[in-house]
């Protein structure tokens, strides 16, 4: 598989993490929120499989990447997001998406 | 299972001693080994007679029976439970199943861990145990389809009460079916049983809304209807990529729609 097409399916996985646990913050009942914190972890778990092939595997990726994978991320988890928004979902915290991009990245050694 | 092998005597004369003679061909009770010798009346008089519930199973294999009394007994013995539940691939006909899956429905929270690993260790067979009390297990009945299509078919120590009026809750239905946006972003990725399960998921929300029934049966029959494709092939990894992925899309965002719909019930 080409860096290109690693790096798309990177950030569409981490893209589908982060949308999860951003709605996981939206649940007003806690014991189903605790519940379903585990299900995230599909997603972050294959978002880290591709990171693991994208080199630099062990540094922070280069400025341009590490640009275009957070705007391109913050982008997809916000259309998401506001997808549900429009049609009344309730309790989405559209400011949590940066920092929560932010967070995984470092997580993953992206930054 | 050789402990809970038991055999049928008589008692016959001996010139100094008397004697019980046992089959030479058994599995268990070796030669040096103690064993109690009870009367046969007192015996069948003492066992309690094991008589679980059945739900959706035409037929069990004996076998597994067997290991099912086990299970109940080893959790009765390690922790108090309410109520036992035995689900998932191992009441499937044949020896197929990933692992035993056992629901604890108890007030107090059981340690599962040291259960799980004196049931593998004595079974060998993987257990995956979930522990749960009896108002969460009825509100995910009424809430949540995955629960719906867990028990839809198993065992139980006691009667459980299958019919939970079904309420919407669109966050949570949401937040499942965005686990099944993985087969659309990973398709060459995932596993013929992993891209099985994700279906399964989303077929099992839609049903869940449109207030159908909800069974692997039923469902199988559905995904075989929609894809047109046996769901075997699909276990197997052998589908054709575009033309599925583009119906897969299709069935994916009317299911996401009709929770999103949903809001506005919720919100008059």
Redesign the interface.
Request: one cysteine or more; hydrophobic letters at 40%; aromatic letters at 8%.
């Given at each position: 598989m080409n860096r290109n097409r690693l790096l798309e399916l990177f950030c569409a996985n981490l893209s589908n993490a982060i949308v999860h646990q951003i709605l996981e913050t939206a649940i007003d009942v806690p014991e189903i929120s605790e519940k379903y914190v585990k299900e995230v972890k599909s997603s972050w778990e294959i978002a880290k499989n591709y990171r693991e092939k994208i080199n630099p595997v062990n540094r922070s990726l280069p400025f341009h990447d590490l640009e275009e994978i957070k705007a391109k991320v913050i982008n997809s988890v916000t259309t998401e997001l506001k997808l549900r928004i429009d049609r009344g979902y309730t309790n989405i915290n559209l400011s949590l998406v940066p920092e929560f991009v932010e967070k995984a990245l470092k997580e993953l050694s992206v930054i | 299972m050789n402990g809970n092998m038991e055999l049928i005597g008589r008692i016959s004369k001996g010139s100094k001693m008397d004697q019980v003679y046992i089959p030479k061909n058994r599995s268990g009770m070796n030669t040096g080994e103690y064993v109690i010798i009870l009367p046969l009346g007192k015996r069948t008089e003492e066992k309690s007679i094991f008589k679980p519930y059945f739900y959706n199973i035409k037929a069990i294999e004996p076998i597994k029976m067997q290991i099912i009394e086990e299970v109940f007994s080893m959790v009765e013995r390690e922790a108090s439970a309410e109520n036992i539940i035995i689900t998932g691939s191992f009441l499937e006909q044949g020896f197929k199943f990933n692992d035993l899956d056992i629901l604890i429905i108890n007030e107090e929270k059981v340690n599962t861990e040291a259960l799980k690993q004196k049931i593998e260790k004595t079974l060998g067979i993987k257990a995956h145990l979930i522990f749960l009390d009896a108002k969460?297990l009825l509100s995910g009945l009424s809430t949540d389809p995955l629960y719906s299509l867990m028990l839809s078919k198993c065992v139980s120590k006691k009667r459980i009460t299958l019919k939970a009026n079904r309420k919407i809750?669109?966050?949570?239905l949401?937040?499942?079916l965005?686990?099944s946006?993985?087969l659309i972003?990973?398709f060459d990725?995932l596993s013929g049983n992993e891209k099985y399960y994700l279906i399964l998921n989303v077929l099992a929300i839609l049903l869940f809304i449109q207030d159908k029934n909800l069974n692997k049966e039923l469902i199988n029959r559905e995904i075989e209807k929609i894809f047109s494709v046996n769901v075997n092939k699909i276990k197997e990894n052998m589908l054709k990529k575009e033309r599925f992925v583009k119906k897969y899309k299709e069935i994916y965002n009317k299911t996401f729609q009709l929770i999103?719909?949903s809001?506005?019930n919720e919100?008059k």
């Amino acid at each position: 598989m080409n860096r290109n097409r690693l790096l798309e399916l990177f950030c569409a996985n981490l893209s589908n993490a982060i949308v999860h646990q951003i709605l996981e913050t939206a649940i007003d009942v806690p014991e189903i929120s605790e519940k379903y914190v585990k299900e995230v972890k599909s997603s972050w778990e294959i978002a880290k499989n591709y990171r693991e092939k994208i080199n630099p595997v062990n540094r922070s990726l280069p400025f341009h990447d590490l640009e275009e994978i957070k705007a391109k991320v913050i982008n997809s988890v916000t259309t998401e997001l506001k997808l549900r928004i429009d049609r009344g979902y309730t309790n989405i915290n559209l400011s949590l998406v940066p920092e929560f991009v932010e967070k995984a990245l470092k997580e993953l050694s992206v930054i | 299972m050789n402990g809970n092998m038991e055999l049928i005597g008589r008692i016959s004369k001996g010139s100094k001693m008397d004697q019980v003679y046992i089959p030479k061909n058994r599995s268990g009770m070796n030669t040096g080994e103690y064993v109690i010798i009870l009367p046969l009346g007192k015996r069948t008089e003492e066992k309690s007679i094991f008589k679980p519930y059945f739900y959706n199973i035409k037929a069990i294999e004996p076998i597994k029976m067997q290991i099912i009394e086990e299970v109940f007994s080893m959790v009765e013995r390690e922790a108090s439970a309410e109520n036992i539940i035995i689900t998932g691939s191992f009441l499937e006909q044949g020896f197929k199943f990933n692992d035993l899956d056992i629901l604890i429905i108890n007030e107090e929270k059981v340690n599962t861990e040291a259960l799980k690993q004196k049931i593998e260790k004595t079974l060998g067979i993987k257990a995956h145990l979930i522990f749960l009390d009896a108002k969460t297990l009825l509100s995910g009945l009424s809430t949540d389809p995955l629960y719906s299509l867990m028990l839809s078919k198993c065992v139980s120590k006691k009667r459980i009460t299958l019919k939970a009026n079904r309420k919407i809750n669109y966050k949570l239905l949401d937040i499942h079916l965005l686990k099944s946006k993985n087969l659309i972003d990973n398709f060459d990725l995932l596993s013929g049983n992993e891209k099985y399960y994700l279906i399964l998921n989303v077929l099992a929300i839609l049903l869940f809304i449109q207030d159908k029934n909800l069974n692997k049966e039923l469902i199988n029959r559905e995904i075989e209807k929609i894809f047109s494709v046996n769901v075997n092939k699909i276990k197997e990894n052998m589908l054709k990529k575009e033309r599925f992925v583009k119906k897969y899309k299709e069935i994916y965002n009317k299911t996401f729609q009709l929770i999103m719909e949903s809001i506005k019930n919720e919100q008059k």
